[in-house]
């Protein structure tokens, strides 16, 4: 089988797979698409035409398309992570500015972005009011968490307990906490904006319970622990989420001035 290409084109890779008897006939080409090396096909002409032009060596040519193949794959499995996390908006930790709030403790942040917690598998929670970015801090980490090949998934609490007590109703409630128990990271956004009755209490519970030293979790919410309970509307509950979430965990306080208002809120 031909190792170039027809009309500037790659060829179609095998459809099928190859008999041990094609597998003697095919082009060095077709065996890498073959293994599912598809841009490593796609530079192979060209790199060996660099290749024996400066004189290097098979190996070193080896390398080369191998390493750039990597790169690829490693690429591709991060955006696939990203769309499959639901993260929105995306963010990073450049795109903040750790000037504009009236507190925070940067180096906290710094510490959460390097991902240790995640191998801890405990957790990190934002809190401050509206405006000041936790969101954009708790997605900047899930994104780096993506690219780093972890789990990762976003979810509003209020879409979140919505869901499970929808899935309650329909009687599939495990199989939805299994799902929000699998990712590596959850990301629980704007807790504390609407509150719970107890079942919906009693169902995130559930949530935080059964990834409490399993798997990480980063909260954002605009309430001190010791208002939880009106969020709760059960103090019970309240205390026991907040002391899975911290147990170990990263805690950091944002105070400031929201972007989206002239007022400053502590």
């Known amino acids: 089988m031909p190792s170039s290409t027809t009309n500037g084109n790659p060829p179609t890779p095998p459809t099928t797979t190859p008999t041990p008897d094609a597998?003697?006939?095919?082009?060095l080409a077709d065996v890498m698409r073959a293994l599912g090396l598809h841009h490593a096909a796609s530079e192979l002409d060209m790199r060996s035409q660099k290749a024996i032009a400066r004189n290097e060596s098979p190996l070193s040519l080896t390398d080369t398309l191998m390493r750039e193949e990597l790169?690829?794959?490693?690429?591709?499995?991060?955006?696939?992570?990203?769309?499959?996390?639901?993260?929105?908006?995306?963010?990073?930790?450049?795109?903040?500015?750790f000037d504009y709030p009236k507190s925070i403790d940067k180096d906290l942040v710094m510490r959460a972005a390097q991902l240790d917690?995640?191998?801890?598998?405990?957790?990190?929670?934002?809190v401050g009011p509206s405006g000041v970015g936790k969101t954009h801090l708790a997605n900047a980490i899930g994104q780096l968490a993506c690219l780093r090949g972890r789990r990762t998934r976003f979810v509003l609490a209020a879409d979140l307990v919505n869901e499970l007590?929808?899935?309650?109703?329909?009687?599939?409630?495990h199989r939805r906490l299994a799902a929000y128990s699998a990712p590596e990271l959850l990301i629980i956004d704007?807790?504390?904006?609407?509150?719970?009755?107890?079942?919906?209490?009693?169902l995130l519970y559930q949530v935080f319970n059964r990834r409490y030293q399993r798997a990480s979790t980063v909260v954002t919410t605009n309430l001190a622990f010791k208002d939880w309970g009106k969020l709760f509307h059960n103090s019970a509950a309240a205390s026991a989420i907040?002391?899975?979430?911290?147990?170990?965990?990263?805690?950091?306080?944002?105070a400031g001035k929201s972007r989206r208002s002239d007022q400053e809120v502590e």
């Open 190 to 202: 704007e807790l504390g904006y609407l509150a719970f009755d107890a079942r919906g209490a009693d």
């Open 71 to 97: 790169r690829v794959q490693i690429e591709a499995r991060a955006k696939a992570a990203l769309r499959r996390s639901q993260i929105f908006p995306l963010t990073t930790l450049d795109g903040y500015d």
């Open 165 to 173: 007590v929808a899935a309650q109703a329909k009687n599939t409630l």
């Open 242 to 254: 907040a002391d899975r979430l911290v147990h170990k965990g990263l805690l950091v306080r944002i």
């Open 117 to 126: 917690f995640l191998t801890d598998k405990t957790n990190v929670v934002f």
């Open 23 to 27: 597998v003697a006939t095919m082009s």
